[in-house]
């Protein structure tokens, strides 16, 4: 039996932020991999095509926005989301120009559901 949910690349370097959204996203959403950098997202989301991706935008090696964008020129339709702490409006204007989501990680619980069914449905979702 194959599984239909949607399929998710997560990537932050917080192990129990990793573990708080997968629970979240458990029964509604594959997440098919999960990784703590920005380099190994990018490598992930080119090789397993997910449908959708969230990525924190502060991690080491490669931001989240860069990744992001570096999946972009790469034409890979995969709808990237931001899950963050920094609250600032000229990120949520970078995030509206490379991903279709930006959700405070203080907001997880209510926002994050919501945040991926607006971007497949191809809306952009921002936390208040």
């Known amino acids: 039996m194959s599984d239909s949910r949607p399929t998710i690349v997560f990537a932050d370097d917080h192990l129990p932020m990793l573990a708080a959204a ?5 029964p509604a959403y594959n ?3 999960l990784a703590t950098s920005g380099k190994d997202a990018v490598e992930w989301v080119i090789k397993l095509q997910p449908d959708l991706a969230i ?3 502060c991690m080491a090696d490669l931001d989240g926005f860069a990744a992001a964008r570096a999946l972009n020129q790469a034409g890979v339709v995969t709808r990237v989301l931001f899950l963050t702490e920094i609250e600032d409006e000229d990120y949520i204007r970078e995030a509206r120009l490379v991903a279709y989501g930006y959700v405070l990680k203080r907001r997880l619980a209510s926002d994050l559901l ?8 191809g809306s952009f979702f921002v936390s208040e």
């Open 114 to 121: 919501p945040a991926l069914v607006s971007a497949t449905a």
């Open 22 to 26: 997968c629970a979240l996203l458990q």
């Open 55 to 57: 990525f924190d935008i």
């Open 31 to 33: 997440v098919v991999k």
